[in-house]
């Protein structure tokens, strides 16, 4: 087993879907242990710090990679496997930006609204109880909060030789914000040109389901994940796996559009774990679908397709790969799940 460490120095950040070279070759089967910096590329560091003079909005979310998959051709799938996460700071910073967010007046959707004050929150992270520190910036209200490590980037290169932002989520990953991208899934993704060219980033200490403000605790992160290559099978869109659902991520404006997306994509998955037609497998999703918002502050919205797989018949989905990436993982002695 090949085990990778790769810690990227600044001008080895790459901010696009596409478009970047790699910073290495890997085979199927690679561990990878990386560094990602914060959505905002380090530069928020204390409350005085606001987005409008602090931040170039050309270099948010800086991804670590693109990684070279060798072997990796249009239409097979990779699958990365997200052993463990682990904050690299001892805290992470949200912040309140101009014309930006789920409940304000944005560029797409103007109006006569100000614009919300800035404000900037710094939350503390405790290791050891694995805790999060909010404190009200206009009263004396703290509370500490559990944190939920997980990736908001994880993607690979577009088809047709497209290059997106890495604010971008759509059908290749990107910028999907999900809670759900946590230790112990597995994230299923197309892949659109030779070496999928797959990248990730953009470390929440924390966030709900939505990122209604449109940042949530954003931290550098220690990631370990295993990537591996299927062929054939490429999802439309990404599927998300772990011990106990399958889901499907579907992005787009308006909202309806993403919920859509991740709609038919489960349909479809049902059918091929099931051999359900289109329309029993639409019956059935129906009556067991969960649909947590993963954002809707994106350059496209999210949304997540869940179902728990305790409902149904085992169907171990890709040959139950899932499980085999979750053995590697407990192999390693890391995971956190």
Partial sequence: MDHVTFVPTVDQLNYTFGGAAPVQRIRPGTVLTLWTEDAYGGRITSRDDVASTALDTEDLNPQTGPFFIVGAEPGDTLAVHLVDLTPARTWGASTLIPFFGGLTSIPVSPTLQDPLPERTYIYDYDAGTETLGFSALASDFTVRLPANPMLGTV????ARREVRSSLV???????????????GTTCYLRVNVEGALFSLGDGHYRQGEGESCGTAVEGAMN????????????????????????????????????????????????????????????????????????????????AVTKIDKRLLP????????????????????TISY
């Fill in 155 to 158: 993607g690979v290169a577009p």
């Fill in 169 to 183: 989520p759509a059908n290749f990953g990107g910028n999907m914000d999900t809670p759900e991208m946590a230790s």
């Fill in 223 to 302: 990631v370990t994940a295993v990537v591996e290559l299927i062929k054939g099978g490429g999802p439309d869109w990404p599927r998300l796996e772990n011990d106990t659902h399958l889901m499907c991520v579907g992005s787009g404006r308006p909202l309806e559009e993403a919920w859509r997306a991740s709609q038919v994509e489960m349909i479809g998955w049902l059918g091929q774990l099931y051999g359900l037609d289109r329309l029993d497998a639409y019956q059935l999703l129906t009556q067991i679908s969960q649909v947590p918002i993963a954002n809707v502050v994106d350059t496209n919205y999210s």
């Fill in 314 to 333: 085992p169907a171990p989905a890709y040959g139950g790969i899932h499980g085999e990436l979750r053995g590697v993982a407990r192999s390693l002695g």
